[in-house]
Nanobody
Framework: VQLQASGGGLVQAGGSLRLSCAAS????????MGWFRQAPGKEREFVAL???????????RYADSVKGRFAISRDNAKNTVYLQMNSLKPEDTAVYYC????????????????WGQGTLVTVSS
């Protein structure tokens, strides 16, 4: 399973960005897909997830810090997962990683089996 994250960049506070995670064939439908982020000097933290296809298809979870501002979605035909980030704040500055898990719902990084390389998001004040 290979994951390729993209879409990061520099944005002013209050702005928006959309991150993409391109995955191997059928990965995004067969795995739960998550986004994590790691700011300088901090541990990697959970941001959002969307469950794999099945009984709980499309179930999403968000960290409290991004709830109402970020939205995760999946396009199975394009094998891509997106993270739409709105109302960005300087504290959202971090390297963002996409990851794949066999769990239905997983918010711990240790529960994820595959990781992309990360894309840097910088939010200026």
């Amino acid at each position: 399973v290979q994951l390729q994250a993209s879409g990061g960049g520099l944005v002013q506070a209050g702005g928006s960005l959309r991150l993409s995670c391109a995955a191997s064939e059928r990965t995004v439908s067969s795995y739960g897909m998550g986004w994590f982020r790691q700011a300088p000097g901090k541990e990697r933290e959970f941001v959002a997830l969307i469950s794999r296809t099945g009984m709980w298809t499309g179930t999403t979870r968000y960290a409290d810090s991004v709830k109402g501002r970020f939205a995760i979605s999946r396009d199975n035909a394009k094998n891509t997962v997106y993270l739409q980030m709105n109302s960005l704040k300087p504290e959202d500055t971090a390297v963002y990683y996409c990851a794949a898990t066999t769990h239905w719902i997983a918010t711990m990084s240790g529960e994820y089996d595959y990781w992309g390389q990360g894309t840097l998001v910088t939010v200026s004040s």
